[in-house]
């Protein structure tokens, strides 16, 4: 028995948005599983054409055979990587319209991200688009597990506890904000950006104790992740990879569940 539900708000054109997780199929939803199993087509998000999409990657073992046998068509969707907004602009309203037209033609229409849609994903900005020009497209969006807080179960490491606060740095490129926020809070979480390891460690000396422990991921969610566990005083920067996933430090650290 299906669970997906029918059209709200009266509208009568469906789009999901499904958080894929970081990278195990396992750890998608049931809601997920769901809307893959009963949608019509798949869009999934990719840097470059004929670069297979991570999104995709995560959620095709659980339904190839649907693929196989024509039971729902997978597109994919390009987002270049590149910093100019206009251009940007330009491929969001284009890649909207595309999954609109799916809609319109009264598919039900799946869009895949990894992680969950509402950390950094490409689907905020398609979301801005469909919203304000597709309204009669119902659109839904599925949590899926973020990269952080499943690196956190696998490091067994509590991220935040009682009145501790957390913060989350996309990029470390602007480093004087990177001060101010690790000087601030007890737990840092740093996604994807080795450029700035040195720098960012140094930084954490000076505003963290010795013993603060620090985690440290190198191709989270993929078959070669390899998770670092170590304390702040122990990290020899010329023996740890310039190039990370994901690096959280902990200002205490309680290594088991309470």
């Not at 997920?32 to 199993?37: E, F, G, S």
């Not at 020009?133 to 696998?154: K, L, M």
């Not at 004087?176 to 690790?182: D, G, H, M, Q, Y």
């Not at 990879?241 to 902990?250: A, H």
């Amino acid at each position: 028995m299906t669970m997906m539900h029918g059209n709200n708000n009266n509208k009568s054109h469906k789009l999901y948005c499904i958080g894929c997780g970081p990278g195990d199929p396992m750890l998608l939803t049931l809601k997920a599983l769901d809307v893959l199993n009963h949608c019509d087509v798949i869009f999934a998000p990719t840097s470059r054409e004929g670069r297979e999409s991570m999104a995709l990657s995560i959620v095709k073992p659980l339904i190839e055979s649907r693929i196989r046998d024509g039971q729902v068509e997978v597109k994919s969707l390009v987002f270049p990587m590149v910093k100019d907004r206009s251009r940007l602009a330009d491929v969001w309203r284009s890649n909207a319209d595309e999954m609109a037209k799916a809609c319109l033609s009264g598919k039900v229409v799946a869009y895949l991200c990894v992680g969950d849609p509402s950390l950094y994903s490409t689907f905020a900005y398609m979301y801005r688009e469909l919203s304000s020009r597709y309204t009669e497209i119902d659109v839904e969006i599925v949590p899926g597990i973020a990269s952080f807080t499943s690196f956190a179960s696998q490091a067994k490491m509590n991220l935040v506890e009682g009145e501790q606060i957390m913060a989350i740095v996309p990029a470390c490129y602007d480093l004087e904000r990177v001060k101010k926020i690790v000087s601030s809070c007890d737990t840092v979480v740093f996604m994807k950006d080795g450029r700035y390891f040195d720098d960012v460690i140094r930084i954490i000396r000076e505003h963290m104790p010795d013993d603060a422990y620090v985690a440290i991921a190198q191709d989270i969610g993929s078959e070669g992740q390899v998770i670092k566990m170590t304390r702040l005083k122990d990290i020899d920067t010329s023996k740890v990879s310039k190039y990370f996933s994901m690096m959280v430090v902990k200002r205490e650290h309680h290594s088991k569940q309470q």
